[in-house]
């Protein structure tokens, strides 16, 4: 079976562009969460997603949106980027809720 | 790699020992715990996971050890191999409706 499968594997954007991420969960998996990673702040929650809506939020700006499509598929964006949001994104998925989570290798965004 | 944290604990461990990795965990109204292993350039991975009404779990060559009273969680890795070392997160939610909170992480490095 497929891992969770995230692209793309690395990006790099200058401040005020946009940036939309995409991530497959592993088939059968109908629950997707997002984390950002740095060095800093370690992995914080920025969404979860379960038959296409949204179950909870992390504390993130506006700026920071997703949504989950009807196969389970889900896409994060993030809107006018600042240098802070350089991080590791990663998407983890779970065949129902209450069910260990399963990362992908995550999107490595740089801004410039 | 990428650099997951770089201020981490770091435990230190020869080959052929047995690792224990200690995490101290929040809320004390989590109920479900899950341990993950992050190795450089890739999303964690799943190790072993525990519910509130246990207090001990074994998986293999790992141990989990659950201690509610004082909000403590410990993961044991029996003949410990190169190729354990990584970084090793702790993560929290409750009943599965609360996104999963993680811990700092700590590095556990082998010594061959």
């Known amino acids: 079976k497929a891992g969770v499968t995230q692209t793309p594997r690395y990006l790099i954007k200058t401040r005020g562009q946009q940036v939309t991420l995409s991530c497959s969960p592993i088939?059968?998996?109908?629950?997707v969460s997002w984390y950002q990673q740095t060095p800093g702040q370690g992995l914080q929650f920025l969404f979860e997603?379960?038959?296409?809506?949204?179950?909870n939020k992390g504390n993130f700006p506006g700026r920071f949106s997703g949504r989950q499509f009807s196969n389970s598929r889900s896409e994060m964006n993030v809107s006018t980027l600042e240098l802070g949001d350089s991080a590791l994104y990663l998407c983890?998925?779970?065949?129902?809720?209450?069910?260990?989570?399963?990362f992908g290798d995550g999107t490595r965004l740089s801004i410039l | 790699g990428e650099s997951v944290g770089l201020h981490l604990p770091t435990l230190s461990v020869q080959e052929g020992d047995n690792s224990i990795i200690n995490c101290a965990y929040s809320?004390?109204?989590?109920?479900?715990f899950i341990w993950y292993k992050q190795e450089s350039g890739k999303g964690p991975q799943f190790i072993i996971d525990?519910?509130?009404?246990?207090d001990k779990r074994q998986g293999q060559r790992v141990t989990v050890l659950l201690n509610k009273t004082v909000k403590h969680l410990s993961l044991q890795i029996a003949a410990t191999q190169p190729g354990d070392s990584a970084v090793y997160f702790c993560?929290?939610?409750?009943?599965?409706?609360?996104?999963?909170?993680f811990g700092k992480g700590t590095r556990l490095s082998v010594i061959a």
């Open positions: 983890a998925s779970s065949p129902d809720l209450g069910q260990p989570q399963h």
């Open positions: 088939s059968g998996h109908r629950s």
């Open positions: 997603y379960f038959s296409e809506t949204q179950r």
């Open positions: 809320n004390s109204a989590s109920d479900y």
């Open positions: 525990i519910r509130s009404n246990m």
């Open positions: 993560a929290e939610t409750y009943s599965g409706n609360t996104p999963l909170v």
